[in-house]
């Protein structure tokens, strides 16, 4: 191993030694290599101000274009001519040039007239010794011809979005991901109507989402999540009915889920999870009708949804509820959408029975019902308990159990108690069963067992306690 390694190093070194021979050889070719001296220049001083003046271009890279590429830099020939069309700047690949500590935005980038797309991924990384604000002045330049821009990963990159990114007419995708920028979201950005891809999101952008996003009919992705955008949504996201993915979760966005949301006919991702929409679940969110993932938990949504028509979501494969406030009971229309493997109802206020049919769905694997006043037997077979495991969430659901006769303490849904055969009695047609054990004066076992749990409170105990006195009362009538 360590022998071929040598080897290889070595291969790599003769190699290099070759080229290096090659481009002293070659020199005159390469001078006469079809590649304005401007251009040139203008590339080697804009990467030497993001990488450190220790990088000299011109001597290291003497033909960018042609036989000594830059990791990260591409070019493509306009009019006979050698231009540079993509600049990545930061480690994206293992040989790619890593940023100085004190980056330089020079005016010479913005001299790279055919610059298709420009990324900087974790290259503005100390927000406390070298915080970087991006300039702005001179994104005109690049409007011609910039389809793609990118900063990805840089926590020392702050201040606002510079207004004169709405001068980039041209970019189908700005990404703004994982930075440390602030203040609201310039209006201009709705300018940029060949956008298909806008992320903003993981920044600390504050305001509201401007009204001029409606103007991005050809969006397809729109991410803003994980910043602190307020306000209600502006009417006309309804209108970018080409969206594929929406994602405004963990902001401070609140109002109804308007009407207008229904136009997202293509829609597959609705993530609007940690936030503070209200006004309930309206049908109109069920008539996009291509969603597979509609993600709304942590909002004080309320209301119910027992009364919409959840027939429409037939692509539907995650649905998360969880901590939205909802009360009522749990349709049995859910048990309808064939591709569901996420259910999500945890901690709200859900009351009834559950309907039986939801073990029926082929594809569920995670089925979350805690937190809530569910009521009665739980009505699933040891064989979907034992498919599901830590994916079944019931606990917490105080008048909820589960048959005891039907399975094996291994695979009984975690928090929730066995239903007392005494319980049972309360049921005036049940009470036959009473003869199957007789034993009623039989210890509380169970109760011993299911305080067990974590989730069994003292008050439950009680409540628990308080069944068992009126059983006994009722065995006494009964006997006497
Ligand atoms: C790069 O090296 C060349 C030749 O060694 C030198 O003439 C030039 O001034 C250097 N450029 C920079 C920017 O250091
Ligand atoms: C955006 O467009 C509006 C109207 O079309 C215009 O008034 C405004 O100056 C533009 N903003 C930018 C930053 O381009
Ligand atoms: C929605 O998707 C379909 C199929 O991919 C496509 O033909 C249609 O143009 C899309 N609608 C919009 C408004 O983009
Ligand atoms: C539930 O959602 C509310 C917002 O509606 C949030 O404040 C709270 O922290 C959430 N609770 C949990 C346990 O996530
Ligand atoms: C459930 O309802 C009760 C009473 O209406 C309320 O106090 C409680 O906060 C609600 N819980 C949730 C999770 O919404
Ligand atoms: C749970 O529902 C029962 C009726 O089924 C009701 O008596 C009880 O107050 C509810 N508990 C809570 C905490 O809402
Ligand atoms: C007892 O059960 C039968 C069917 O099992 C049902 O028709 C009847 O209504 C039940 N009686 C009561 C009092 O619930
Ligand atoms: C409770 O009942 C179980 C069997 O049902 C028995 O093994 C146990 O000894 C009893 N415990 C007490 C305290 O009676």
Redesign the pocket.
């Known amino acids: 191993m360590l022998i071929s390694g040598n080897h290889f190093i070595l291969a790599v070194c003769i190699l290099c030694l070759g080229v290096w021979c090659c481009g002293q050889a070659d020199n005159t070719e390469a001078a006469a290599a079809p590649m304005e001296k401007v251009e040139q220049a203008a590339l080697y001083s804009a990467i030497q101000g993001f990488v450190g003046n220790w990088w000299n271009g011109s001597d290291l890279y003497p033909d960018p274009c042609g036989w000594t590429p830059i990791q990260g830099v591409s070019c493509d020939i306009i009019g006979g001519l050698w231009y540079i069309t993509t600049l990545s700047i930061g480690p994206v690949h293992d040989n790619s040039l890593a940023c100085a500590s004190n980056v330089e935005f020079r005016p010479q980038l913005f001299q790279l007239k055919h610059l298709k797309s420009l990324s900087f991924f974790s290259c503005f990384i100390s927000p406390s010794r070298h915080p970087f604000t991006i300039p702005s002045d001179n994104w005109e330049k690049l409007a011609g011809n910039l389809m793609s821009l990118e900063f990805r990963s840089n926590p020392g990159l702050i201040g606002q979005i510079p207004t004169s990114f709405g001068y980039l007419k041209k970019l189908q995708s700005l990404v703004l991901l994982e930075n440390g920028l602030t203040g609201e979201i310039p209006t201009g950005i709705g300018n940029l109507t060949n956008l298909n891809r806008l992320v903003l999101a993981v920044n600390r952008f504050t305001g509201k989402i401007p009204d001029s996003f409606g103007m991005l009919k050809e969006l397809l992705i729109l991410d803003l999540s994980r910043n602190s955008l307020s306000g209600h949504l502006p009417l006309g996201l309804g209108g970018l009915?080409?969206l594929l993915k929406l994602d405004l979760s963990n902001n401070r966005l609140k109002g109804k889920l308007f009407a207008h949301i229904a136009c997202l006919?293509?829609l597959t991702l609705l993530d609007l999870r940690h936030n503070r929409f209200s006004g309930g679940l309206s049908q109109h969110v069920l008539d996009m009708l291509s969603l597979e993932e509609l993600m709304l938990s942590c909002n004080p949504l309320g209301g119910d949804i027992i009364s919409l028509d959840w027939q429409n979501l037939q692509k539907l494969v995650v649905l998360d509820l969880t901590n939205t406030s909802l009360i009522g009971e749990i349709p049995e229309s859910l048990s309808g959408l064939k591709r569901l493997r996420h259910l999500g109802l945890g901690n709200n206020n859900l009351t009834g029975n559950l309907p039986p049919k939801l073990a029926s769905l082929p594809d569920l694997n995670a089925l979350y019902l805690n937190g809530n006043n569910l009521t009665g037997v739980l009505p699933f077979s040891q064989v979907f308990y034992g498919k599901m495991g830590k994916r079944f969430g019931a606990w917490n659901n105080p008048n909820l159990c589960y048959p005891v006769g039907s399975m094996t303490t291994r695979n009984a849904p975690y928090g929730v108690k066995p239903c007392q055969r005494g319980v049972t009695l309360l049921e005036p047609n049940t009470t036959a069963k009473l003869g199957d054990d007789g034993n009623l004066n039989n210890n509380n076992s169970h109760f011993i067992a299911a305080s067990g749990f974590p989730s069994y409170n003292t008050r439950r105990l009680g409540q628990l306690i308080l069944v068992d006195t009126l059983i006994t009362v009722l065995l006494l009538h009964l006997f006497l």
């Open positions: 009915t080409s006919k293509n």
